[in-house]
């Protein structure tokens, strides 16, 4: 499989600020620590937020704008899939190769003004030091069970097809 496999695409539409009412904004210590950002870091960023009006129906965003990540894949790559390497030796080598991840190409669109470090943070998911994901699993054969925040979900494995099923 892997051998036939070229390259992965992903990708994702960012919200748009709208431009007939955005304007210069100062994001918030939270949010800039919730992004993996530090002010040093965005010395030269344009930040931007739309206060809402007529033509964005009161949204302060006006259309959408994509964003991608294309790996092409090496035979690095490829060795270290077929290895069964962990995620983070392969986004190393991806990096090295000059993949550019989805987040650096939603900050490029926040360092122009384009749109919002809370837009990129409810699509992309926060990124800080100190987090750790909410899921916590147990696996059974077949059958995979979370908890997140009180609730119960299960996850059936149907040949690596996973079909998220919320339990009452």
């Not at 210069?24 to 950002?37: F, I, Q, R, T």
């Not at 959408?64 to 290895?83: C, S």
């Not at 998911?125 to 119960?152: C, I, M, N, Q």
Request: glycine content about 8%.
């Amino acid at each position: 499989f892997v051998s036939a496999l070229n390259g992965i695409v992903a990708q994702r539409l960012l919200r748009v600020n709208c431009p007939h009412c955005a304007a210069s904004h100062v994001p918030s210590a939270d949010v800039m620590e919730l992004s993996g950002l530090t002010p040093e870091k965005t010395r030269d960023f344009t930040f931007r937020q739309g206060s809402g009006c007529g033509h964005c129906r009161g949204s302060g965003y006006k259309g959408r704008r994509a964003i991608a990540e294309i790996l092409l894949l090496t035979d690095e790559l490829r060795e270290l899939i077929v290895a069964r390497a962990p995620i983070g030796q392969i986004k190393e080598s991806a990096a090295r190769g000059g993949t550019r991840s989805l987040r650096d190409a939603a900050l490029a669109l926040v360092k122009s003004g384009d749109t919002t470090l809370e837009e990129i943070n409810r699509i992309l998911g926060a990124v800080r030091p100190d987090y750790r994901p909410y899921l916590t699993f147990r696996f059974f054969t077949g059958v995979r069970s979370a908890e997140a925040s009180g609730l119960k979900w299960r996850y059936v494995d149907f040949e690596r097809n996973l079909v998220m099923i919320r339990e009452t």
